[in-house]
């Protein structure tokens, strides 16, 4: 079932993603898992044992970069919308600005700053049974918008300054999609 390398289906799977979760830890255990996305293909096979992932404009958040900088290690779990089977790779990883690669990586619109670099060791497919128990790709089993919490009063209350307001917490996350993104 696991393979050390990316194949013709992992090649195929991967032109089709556009999200994948990053897992990685720092040098003391602590870890992360971080989205990424993007057009589908947005992550770059360089060669059978290689890929690449660009750093597109998010939250400004280095969690992921420390920690492989940290532990040179990073495990993916690459989704396709609607579809509940899985594409996992592990392997060791390294923050790269190498100018040639950044500018083969513009799947985004422009050439990132950096890119997470993904020295294959493991990959494999997990099965979809998490998805059918969740319901996760039903749209009936989606919460109503009136029983989530609300993302802006989330934000508000977790930056925890009384003069942040509820309005300024929904302007922020409104620019943050569309002045930020690209």
């Not at 992932?53 to 420390?66: H, K, Q, V």
Request: aromatic fraction near 4%.
């Amino acid at each position: 079932k696991e393979i050390d390398h990316l194949d013709d289906h992992c090649r195929r799977y991967l032109a089709l993603c556009r999200f994948a979760l990053v897992a990685s830890a720092d040098a003391s255990g602590r870890v992360d898992v971080t989205p990424r996305g993007g057009p589908p293909g947005f992550i770059s096979v360089l060669d059978e044992r290689t890929l690449a992932i660009p750093d597109a404009t998010g939250n400004r958040r280095l969690d992921t970069f420390r920690n492989v900088i940290q532990t040179g290690r990073a495990g993916l779990l690459l989704l396709l919308p609607g579809r509940g089977q899985t594409l996992r790779v592990n392997g060791r990883a390294c923050v790269s600005t190498d100018a040639s690669l950044l500018a083969s990586l513009t799947a985004v619109g422009k050439p990132p700053r950096a890119a997470l670099v993904v020295a294959v060791e493991e990959v494999f497919t997990h099965c979809p049974k998490a998805f059918v128990r969740s319901g996760l790709w039903d749209p009936a089993s989606w919460p109503e918008p009136g029983e989530m919490p609300s993302p802006a009063a989330m934000l508000r209350d977790h930056v925890g300054d009384p003069a942040f307001t509820l309005e300024q917490a929904e302007q922020a996350m409104v620019d943050s999609v569309t002045i930020r993104l690209a």
